[in-house]
């Protein structure tokens, strides 16, 4: 497959699996995408880099998922600004190991391409090339809000309730599970597939963070990658605010006791495994109606783990009615 | 250096070397980029990928000409859709060898800010990650224009002239030279320091593409990434239209006699080379004199090399007044 075969590809499975746009002039095929803007309407950009034998391993993850994953984690990224996704572009360096690989190939564009139709997500371009080294893939998203409305990490108050989606942890049981030789079995779906998979395929909250935009309910949000206590510290510095979190109420995915020994070990990684990819966010207590509402119409659980304190980049953690110090500990992707 | 110091400091080199931008909500240290848009107005997307020991070798470049070369391939794209060079956003994969090597990200980023600077470009993102394998660059730029004014490959018509700035083939020249062993002497200025120069810090004409946009004198505009005559393939295959070519137009660059024993073997450089990173572009020839004088504001040749046919896909080459067919040849990113 040469470089031109496999563009012209990619832009034939992006025209057919294309979401109308009203605004886009010019997709794939030219020097650049072209997008009209309008007043009143601001573009979100986030690009997001995915390297094998770093953050994933061609030898468990199936190419499907590898393709659904790259996209999640940028989709992540706008949702975590309150905004509505809409144009992506993909770069890969490929290995030659791959490049004859007609299979892999159309399974990772169809796991991508699957997400983005989910979501009314336009591929509009990107760049390829060979690489003597690992597969290596940069996933760009472009998303859109009204002026004013985008969700920053710095806004959090003095007060404020500190929320996440869903549960903490499934994913870093399942990289832990990986690593321990469990295999994936996509059509299985018990509690050790439930692991791998919110690892290799987490489902971005891209409904939940674009309804939390457009009503303006948060203050300050992140999506979780680095790890609950990490993410929650880059909230706290921006904001110049510190805050506690409640040992009890972490919501700790149930695939966490798989891997974890006791509580506290359930506990430490449900808050320092990173790449759950649900939302963290802060918003005044007079808004748990109007969350609770969004928690519904979403089907995804929000749950409110700890609270805004003005003491500048301090964190607690409030246990058995006592604060302690909590120690950041995060992922730090050059350590890998 | 860990990741995060290495993320801060790209953000403090940003915030010191930035270009006041009206339109930016906010940069580098969120989940996404904020930018406003505005009616009237289209958004210009590319992204272009470095890959080590694929598109450039650590032991030739030097690592300032790399940063700006890494820019500078983005800003082209923008360049070749007449439009005006606004943000970017740059993702590295870094190997081992390289992330503790202050010196060698010191001139990287020296040579990336300059260019950006030099031309009012933010830098608004990007993610990093280490690599196993090679050093990994992927580069994305945003541009503008007026709705409706981007220049595409598919608008050439019948009988338009076909236009190149600058001269062509030293790029390749320069690759030849490395690849016999020539040595780059950043401060040296002679003919194979040039060639060298062409090929591995290329200088986009974005200030030539944005004037050709802003007054609309151009219907197919493309840069030369591929080798003129791919390029010109591009063209016409995108506008249904077919091309001749002048031998004694096309502008051979000085340098490419250092490696061509003869015309032929020039011409064939200058055409097939690839990474000139000039403007082709087409334009009816009662522009000639609006041409003329944005040659003149830019300092940067303009050359009539062709025409425009009416024949779909056909390329054919002019020479000693008889027409014979041109072979399309270009560099493949796959093939290496």
């Not at 995915?253 to 506990?267: G, I, K, N, T």
Request: charged share 25%; glycine share 10%; net charge negative.
């Amino acid at each position: 497959m040469s470089e031109f075969d496999f563009i012209h590809r990619i832009r034939a499975e992006a025209a057919r699996r294309t979401t109308l746009q009203n605004d886009l002039v010019c997709g794939i095929g030219d020097d650049a995408a072209i997008v009209r803007e309008r007043d009143g309407r601001e573009l979100l950009v986030t690009t997001d880099l995915l390297v094998e034998d770093v953050d994933f391993k061609l030898s468990y993850v199936p190419p499907s998922w590898l393709g659904h994953k790259a996209l999640a984690v940028s989709l992540s990224d706008i949702a975590a600004m309150g905004g509505a996704v809409r144009y992506s572009l993909l770069t890969l360096a490929i290995p030659d190991k791959l490049q004859i690989s007609e299979d892999f190939w159309t399974a990772f564009l169809d796991g991508y391409f699957a997400l983005a139709e989910q979501h009314g997500v336009t591929l509009v371009g990107g760049d390829t090339s060979s690489t003597p080294g690992q597969l290596t893939i940069d996933s760009m998203v472009l998303g859109e809000c009204r002026v004013g409305t985008a969700i920053r990490r710095n806004g959090a108050r003095i007060g404020d309730g500190i929320y996440v989606t869903g549960s903490l942890g499934a994913s870093a049981a399942g990289l832990k599970l990986l690593l321990l030789g469990a295999q994936v079995y996509e059509d299985r779906n018990d509690e050790v597939q439930a692991a791998l998979r919110a690892h290799l395929k987490p489902e971005p909250r891209v409904a939940f963070g674009r309804r939390i935009g457009e009503r303006g309910l948060a203050h300050a949000m992140i999506d979780v990658s680095d790890g609950l206590v990490q993410d929650l510290a880059h909230i706290c510095n921006e904001s110049g605010m510190g805050a506690v979190l409640d040992f009890e109420a972490v919501p700790i995915a149930a695939e966490v006791a798989l891997v974890a020994e006791d509580q506290e070990a359930a506990f430490n990684l449900a808050v320092s495994g990173g790449e759950d990819y649900e939302l963290l966010f802060t918003a005044s207590g007079k808004e748990e109606g109007a969350l609770l509402e969004i928690s519904q119409a979403c089907q995804l659980r929000v749950t409110r783990i700890g609270e805004i304190l003005a003491e500048p980049g301090r964190l607690w953690l409030r246990r058995d009615g006592k604060l302690e110090p909590l120690a950041v500990r995060g992922f730090d992707h050059f350590a890998g």
